[in-house]
């Protein structure tokens, strides 16, 4: 029974700043890649950045320079620090997480989402 829950999303104005954070709990073995995906009505989700279980982030192009991911393994917990934000990213953003899980194989987890409305 693997959940994700996301928290510390809102209203912001444009240039603002927001800190998301996803915690992974239930039966977990270990904690393999983590990130954060977004979706905007009508457009298709996308990914905004990752990191993986040795701390290597990688970023969406549109986000590199403003966002800054970070995870505590210790925790279960992926964070996501968005600055500067811009109406345009304004979306659902959704935690995701590979998993080990018993008795000892891979898996795949979202969290229902947290949404993010930039603007002034």
């Known amino acids: 029974q693997v959940q994700l829950v996301e928290s510390g999303g809102g209203l912001v104005q444009p240039g603002g700043s927001l800190r998301l954070s996803c915690a992974a709990s239930?039966?977990?073995?270990?904690?393999?890649?983590m990130g954060w995906y977004r979706q905007a009505p009508g457009k298709q989700r996308e990914l905004v950045a990752s990191?993986?279980?040795?701390?290597?982030?990688s970023y969406a192009d549109f986000v590199k320079g403003r966002f800054t991911i970070s995870r505590d393994s210790a925790k279960n917990t992926v964070y996501l620090q968005m600055n500067n934000l811009k109406p345009e990213d304004t979306a659902v953003y959704s935690c995701?997480?590979?998993?080990?899980?018993?008795?000892?194989?891979?898996?795949?987890?979202w969290g229902k989402g947290s949404q993010v409305t930039v603007s002034s």
């Open positions: 995701n997480a590979r998993l080990v899980v018993p008795p000892g194989r891979f898996d795949v987890y």
């Open positions: 239930g039966s977990i073995i270990s904690t393999i890649d």
């Open positions: 990191i993986s279980s040795g701390g290597t982030s």
